[in-house]
């Protein structure tokens, strides 16, 4: 800026007091500052014709942005949307004066540059056509002096030079200008028409009388614009530099592929895509997985090694170039050899044995059909995994076993899908690949245990595995393709089959392993029990003599169970013991008869209580039946002076108690029939007790039990010794059938019982009962209460 007045300010001090309005549009003028215009339309082409005849000064105001303006042009300045404007809505009503500086014409257009004089308010508008014509008040620019002025504009000062080193469109000098201004407005309005602002924002500046507001305000404008070009500088910075970088990476990767070329060596990526492509025309994948894996090939051409898809398509090549599509172990259909593989490696199991067999026979003669879905249920320790292994040894097949108990994921049984970080194929897909073959046997341990939760049900993904129906096209969320699993044999292990859900079951062919007899454990562990211990305890058969005295000894003094679990573990300690007296050098063999049992294990565990808790009156044995083999079960019944009628104690669930209702319902209903005097009931109290008060009891099967031990009781007379019952009982007495009842015989046969009396209808299910228990046991079919009354009370 000069001290020489430019003709706008020498013509400030003359300003008329109507002018002729022409509107801008995206911009706006400040006073002395210089404004290029084009000017095209008929009417402002006319009002600047007019305006040089005259005095050179229009004046300029702002047109309010409408629906459909564009504030991204990239004009000088436009002023032809004028035809449809409302002076008194669609103008903002302060602008600035301006002298027309220079004008040219050209091509139906009229260009000049304007510099602004001074601002006005329009007080009313006196004309519209041709064009505006208002009548004005001019504002004056108020003086603002005072360290907070100088502050602020040192502050924007420094601000606007920032903005132009960041604007490659503005020339330096325009930063070096502001340096040199010194009256506030003057620098708040050049900065504020410098800034590449929306039009409004800059009007908004010009409204302001204020200096030290208006400074403020074009302050927060150049800071919010320093930002934005920081920003953008950054993000340009960045983007260089990682250009940069490829580039230096690409020229790097050329260099190399020449220097190999001139030794002769090849990519590693080219052989890996044609390792690839052989393998996939060498298996002779089924057209779906060949088109996928395909796919996925020419998609893993086209990635750099050092991108992370890479891998995940490599891994996905590799699991569906080495899944056995084709391969198939040739079927052992010797029926007499696998039947000698079995009963070599088990003792007994008869009904899974046949089933086996059975399979093999139907095999032979029609090799097309499908693997069965078993399911071997029985207590724990029963043999149900180790018949899974002798079953793929006597087939002749690949074998593979993984417990399902627990699981709560449905990814385990499907898999992950691929847009997972890690993602895997599920068991069914890995167990496959690990036995090298599409026709193992698959063993599925513990399918009672499992379990779901908000990752999914694995029972019901189970559901397409183990029906021969659906597995023929099983699809696994990471492979994404159909696999038969028709060829594999799945064997699945259940303790019980309430927890598993029926559509499951449904699909199972349920094969019942009970619990071995006395006489089966003792030739067990002589057969494979001690023979492996005395192998794990570094023994030779020499060394240690276990008699047969002994070993029956140990199942009825300190195991009782149905399996053989804790059998073994006592043969191992007695193992241990002899191991430790040869060590020392104590004794070269080690004889161990019943004498001997206890030096090893202790004192008798389990004794016999049958005789002593059923010498009194109101003491009965009943049966039950539980995961782990069947139990006696002692019901206890005794009276006392009251009123308060029956109590029941021992954990009962709810259909327990009601059995013990309908038993106390029935006596007192036959009361004088049973020699019972009727007014008892009203002068004493029943209390009817199961022990182990510990563990939940239930079932109806313990009803004939109750109501023989009330009517001992009430009548006072015992019970015959070594007698057992179970049944459920009706209101009218009748006895109805229950279940369980092979645990339920083992179970009795175990404790010693040699008289059961129990349901007539369940008499057909003794067929399942072993042949030595049915001679050791005298059974008693009833199917009225006074039966029972009669065999245990000898009553009329």
């Keep these: 800026m000069t001290d020489q007045k430019s003709p706008a300010e020498e013509n400030s001090q003359k300003l008329p007091e109507r002018l002729p309005i022409l509107p801008l549009h995206e911009t706006a003028l400040y006073p002395k500052m210089v404004l290029p215009l084009v000017v095209m339309q008929g009417d402002s082409v006319r009002l600047v014709d007019e305006a040089m005849q005259k005095n050179r000064i229009v004046g300029l105001l702002v047109a309010r942005a409408t629906e459909g303006d564009d504030d991204t042009k990239d004009t000088e300045a436009e002023t032809e949307k004028n035809d449809a404007l409302d002076p008194r809505t669609d103008l903002f009503q302060i602008g600035s004066s301006a002298m027309i500086m220079k004008m040219a014409k050209q091509d139906n257009q009229t260009q000049m540059v304007v510099q602004g004089i001074s601002r006005f308010r329009v007080l009313e508008f006196v004309q519209e056509k041709p064009y505006l014509v208002a009548r004005v008040a001019y504002i004056e620019e108020q003086e603002a002096k005072g360290k907070e002025i100088e502050a602020l504009m040192t502050n924007l000062v420094n601000m606007f030079t920032r903005v132009v080193e960041f604007s490659p469109g503005l020339p330096s000098e325009v930063g070096a200008m502001s340096k040199s201004i010194q009256e506030p407005g003057v620098l708040a309005n050049m900065v504020a028409s410098t800034i590449n602002v929306p039009a409004v924002e800059k009007q908004a500046v010009l409204e302001i009388d204020d200096i030290k507001k208006r400074l403020h305000h074009v302050t927060r404008m150049v800071s919010r614009q320093l930002e934005i070009l920081e920003l953008g500088n950054k993000i340009q910075t960045q983007v260089k530099g990682d250009m940069e970088k490829t580039q230096r990476e690409y020229y790097l990767r050329q260099q190399l592929k020449a220097i190999r070329e001139e030794l002769g060596e090849t990519d590693d990526s080219n052989v890996e895509l044609e390792e690839y492509r052989a393998k996939i025309a060498e298996i002779d994948l089924p057209e779906e997985a060949r088109k996928e894996a395909e796919r996925e090939l020419e998609r893993l051409g086209r990635m750099h090694p050092s991108s992370a898809e890479y891998s995940v398509a490599t891994t996905y090549l590799d699991w569906m170039t080495s899944l056995p599509w084709h391969d198939t172990t040739e079927d052992n259909l010797d029926i007499k050899a696998a039947r000698s593989i079995l009963d070599a490696d088990h003792y007994g199991l008869e009904k899974a044995k046949k089933r086996i067999v059975e399979h093999l026979a139907v095999r032979k003669l029609k090799p097309e059909t499908k693997g069965p879905i078993l399911c071997f249920y029985g207590p724990p320790g029963t043999g149900k995994t180790s018949l899974g292994r002798s079953v793929a040894r006597a087939m002749g097949r690949k074998f593979w076993r993984f417990s399902v108990g627990g699981v709560r994921d449905e990814a385990e049984i499907r898999g992950h899908r691929r847009t997972y970080v890690g993602a895997m194929p599920g068991r069914i897909i890995q167990a496959l690949r690990r036995c090298a073959s599409n026709n193992p046997i698959l063993m599925l341990d513990e399918i009672d245990k499992i379990g779901s939760d908000f990752r999914g049900d694995p029972s019901s993904a189970l559901l397409e595995v183990l029906d021969p129906e659906q597995n023929f096209s099983f699809s696994d969320h990471y492979m994404d393709v159909p696999f038969d699993l028709s060829r594999v044999m799945f064997i699945t292990t259940a303790n019980v089959l309430d927890t598993i859900p029926p559509p499951l079951r449904d699909r199972m062919e349920i094969l019942e392993m009970v619990g071995y007899t006395e006489e089966e454990k003792v030739k067990i562990a002589n057969r494979y029990l001690i ?66 049992v206890a030096e090893y294990l202790g004192p008798l565990k389990l004794t016999s209580e049958t005789k002593a808790r059923t010498a009194t009156p109101g003491v009965a044995m009943g049966l039950a039946w539980t995961p782990t083999g069947g139990e006696l079960l002692f019901i206890e019944a005794t009276a006392m002076k009251g009123q308060k009628g029956l109590t029941l104690t021992g954990q009962l669930g709810d259909v327990m108690k009601e059995s013990a209702a309908a ?42 039990t109750m109501l023989t031990a009330l009517v001992s009781l009430l009548t006072n007379r015992r019970i015959k010794k070594d007698l057992a019952m179970t049944g459920e009982i009706t209101l009218r007495g009748q006895v109805l059938p229950v279940g369980g ?19 007539a209808a369940n008499e057909k299910d003794l067929v399942d009962v072993p042949e030595k228990v049915r001679k050791a046991i005298a059974f008693h079919p009833v199917s009225k209460m006074r039966d029972v009354l009669k065999i245990a009370l000898g009553a009329g």
């Design 531 to 596: 023979p492996r211990q005395r192998e794990a305890h570094g023994l030779k058969a020499r060394q240690i003599k276990i008699s047969t005295g002994a070993v029956k000894r140990i199942i009825s003094g300190y195991t009782r169970e149905a399996g053989l679990r804790n059998l073994e573990r006592e043969l191992a300690a007695i193992c241990r013991g002899a191991a430790a007296k040869i060590a020392q050098g104590d004794a070269d063999t080690v004889k161990v008869a019943v004498d001997d």
């Design 741 to 759: 009842i092979k645990e339920k015989m083992l179970g009795a046969h175990r404790a010693g019982i040699k008289t059961i009396i129990l349901p």
């Design 663 to 704: 038993a106390m319902s029935f006596i007192r209903s036959h009361a004088r029939e049973l020699k019972i005097d009727e007014d008892y009931f009203s002068q004493h109290d029943i209390h009817i007790h199961v022990p182990a008060g510990a563990i939940p009891k239930d079932g109806p099967s313990a009803g004939v």
